[in-house]
């Protein structure tokens, strides 16, 4: 067993990687020699956050990139393989999320999380899976949520793409394990990115987020980064289909 979590002449895509998780998952592959691709809709966050690589001495370049496009995620893949001639990981972390009762909720909101934090998802699987299968190589890594797990009131639509990232995982392990593809998902719970901005600044929802997590505290970008790193090295070369939670003793109640 190598225990080396060196990445160096790996290329990993990194979806959503401009900012939060995403920027610290890519700093992270870069930090281990990988040659890291910055996918993000938001091109000015996603240059600044490889210029910060770079400067740091990595290795990272930018691709403007909507995850409900097709197209778009099949052009990059033909770009970066067309110069690597390879893509050994792949993290689907592009999402966002939504606070409203069902009742409240606009139709078109509702689609809009679906499709990015979870046909997103399927889309880059099925964009990069071709080129893994060829090679009979490949990590993929799905982000998924403590909300696939339990539910929270006014958070249907998040809690329902998060389910589907969870089952998609297995799915998608079991059609690629063959190939010497390893599908997982990691599941943080609130952790202090952009994205929790909200909850954070809402005094009643985020004491009765740290009432229900053990630690009595948010999760940091670096405590996801290492699962996340982890599930991308040969010391998950056995888990198949596997969702790795991140929550600070939320589900241990």
């Excluded at 900012?19 to 000015?44: H, P, Q, R, T, W």
């Excluded at 799905?142 to 990232?165: D, Q, T």
């Amino acid at each position: 067993m190598n225990f080396d979590l060196r990445m160096d002449g790996k290329v990993a895509i990194v979806t959503g990687g401009a900012m939060g998780l995403g920027k610290g998952i890519a700093a992270g592959f870069a930090s281990l020699g990988a040659n890291v691709a910055v996918a993000d809709v938001n091109e000015k966050a996603g240059q600044e956050t490889v210029n910060e690589i770079v400067q740091a001495g990595g290795k990272a370049k930018l691709y403007p990139l909507d995850v409900t496009k097709s197209e778009q995620f099949e052009q990059m893949v033909k770009d970066i393989t067309g110069e690597f001639k390879r893509i050994d990981v792949l993290v689907n972390n592009a999402g966002i999320a939504a606070k409203a009762d069902c009742v409240d909720m606009k139709v078109e909101d509702y689609r809009r999380i679906i499709d990015i934090n979870l046909t997103g998802v399927w889309i880059g699987c099925r964009a990069v899976a071709p080129v893994m299968m060829e090679q009979k190589y490949g990590k993929i890594i799905n982000m998924c949520s403590l909300l696939g797990f339990v539910a929270l009131a006014g958070l249907s639509a998040y809690a329902s793409s998060k389910g589907g990232v969870l089952q998609l995982t297995k799915t998608l392990a079991l059609e690629l394990v063959d190939y010497n593809i390893n599908v997982n998902a990691v599941a943080p719970a609130y952790i202090a990115t952009e994205l929790t901005n909200n909850a954070r600044t809402d005094k009643e929802r985020f004491e009765d987020i740290l009432r229900r997590t053990p630690k009595k505290r948010l999760g940091n970008v670096e405590e996801v980064v290492g699962p996340v790193v982890f599930l991308a090295s040969e010391l998950s070369s056995f888990m198949v289909g596997e969702t790795i939670l991140v929550d600070g003793g939320w589900t241990a109640w």
